[in-house]
């Protein structure tokens, strides 16, 4: 039987998955977990560029872009982080502003995308390999 390069891929994929190994440096109590995890947007504000980028080398936050000069000589960055790493976040020359709750925005833009494929004649069969379930 012929197995395609990209099969074996998403099957190690999913092997590693089953036996814990985990992504991004995340701990695998979040990762493997079933219970809701909120991620919020926040902007990241620093009076001197040496006090954001001590901030970013020791919480290591999942940046969104580049970091911005503001008027007034402090730095700013936008983070995705969890509520408690927020709070994790502020110190001494810091603030940590909420934007949006990027979990609920996703949730939100997921809900606009359809089910199914719609350039797919409406007599086509599929092909490739698959298992063939019923639909419940």
Excluded: C, H, W
């Excluded at 020791?58 to 008027?71: F, M, Q």
């Excluded at 408690?84 to 949006?100: K, P, Y």
């Amino acid at each position: 039987m012929y197995v395609s390069a990209r099969a074996v891929g998403i099957a190690d994929v999913r092997a590693d998955a089953r036996v814990g190994i985990v992504d991004a440096g995340r701990p695998e109590e979040a990762a493997m977990s079933t219970a809701p995890y909120e991620i919020i947007r926040v902007r990241v504000t620093a009076k001197d560029a040496e006090t954001l980028r001590t901030l970013l080398r020791e919480a290591r936050p999942d940046v969104g872009g580049r970091p911005r000069k503001g008027e007034d000589g402090s730095f700013s960055v936008d983070a995705y982080v969890s509520p408690d790493e927020a709070e994790a976040l502020e110190r001494e020359g810091v603030v940590v502003t909420t934007l949006e709750n990027a979990t609920a925005t996703g949730r939100a833009r997921q809900a606009e995308v359809g089910v199914g494929d719609r350039f797919a004649s409406a007599d086509a069969v599929p092909r490739g390999l698959a298992l063939k379930v019923k639909d419940a």
